[in-house]
């Protein structure tokens, strides 16, 4: 079973309102990753992170999302100005690197629903 | 670009038949990291099964799935359907043929088993 936690479950925001999310990965995991889900059921990459550092990110992450993973805190996505089109389930999951212990374990998610 | 291709996006099985979903995947890359993962209702995707290496079996929880590269595929397979495998199922392949790689999920196969 998956160890990573998200904060919060649930939340809800008016459009242009800033949204928060958090994530603890798992212990001993350096590798974080941001995915969306919407109400499809289509998943979205957002960012990964390799401890502090930013590995990969998509265009639209750039722009009105911000993510951290700061040293000794919990790692966060932020939208600065949220838009209808981003109610979806967030995910974050973590991993190792470990040659043989790579797999991507998730956290329950935040689900976010801009009014 | 990576992709991955899950045909059906909607298998009805009666109890105890097999099932099989299905999954291709598209890459450059030489060495592929592909996994299956489920997802229940209300809740986050839970990992099922991994594989990079052609031609082996993997098994866990009764499923079992075998990375082809010859024909790029990676099929879940299980012998006899339980009420309790009804769920969201997800292929999903590793970015850039990297462990630490983000996921591209296939789009999904809801696999829906009836008494």
């Known amino acids: 079973n998956s160890k990573v936690i998200q904060t919060p479950r649930y939340l809800v925001k008016g459009q242009g309102q800033k949204a928060k999310m958090r994530c603890i990965p798992e212990k001993g995991h350096p590798v974080v990753f941001w995915y969306q889900q919407n109400k499809n059921n289509e998943f979205k990459f957002l960012i990964n992170?390799?401890?502090?550092?930013?590995?990969?990110q998509i265009d639209m992450t750039e722009k009105r999302f911000s993510a951290e993973c700061p040293s000794n805190s919990p790692c966060s996505l932020e939208i600065q100005s949220s838009e209808a089109g981003d109610s979806a389930l967030y995910l974050c999951a973590s991993s190792h690197r470990d040659w043989d212990s790579y797999e991507q374990y998730f956290g329950p998610g935040t689900r976010l629903t801009v009014l | 670009g990576d992709s991955v291709t899950q045909t059906e996006g909607l298998v009805t099985l009666t109890e105890g038949l097999p099932v099989m979903l299905n999954c291709t995947y598209q890459t450059i890359y030489s060495n592929p990291f592909l996994f299956w993962y489920v997802q229940h209702l209300n809740e986050s995707p839970r990992l099922l099964l991994k594989?990079?290496?052609?031609?082996k079996r993997t098994e866990h929880q009764g499923f079992h799935a075998t990375l082809h590269k010859s024909s790029s595929s990676f099929h879940l397979q299980k012998s006899s359907a339980q009420l309790s495998d009804s769920a969201l199922y997800y292929c999903a392949l590793s970015d850039r043929g990297s462990a630490l790689g983000r996921l591209h999920f296939g789009a999904g196969t809801q696999l829906i088993v009836i008494p």
């Open positions: 594989s990079f290496t052609d031609n």
């Open positions: 992170f390799q401890n502090q550092e930013v590995l990969q």
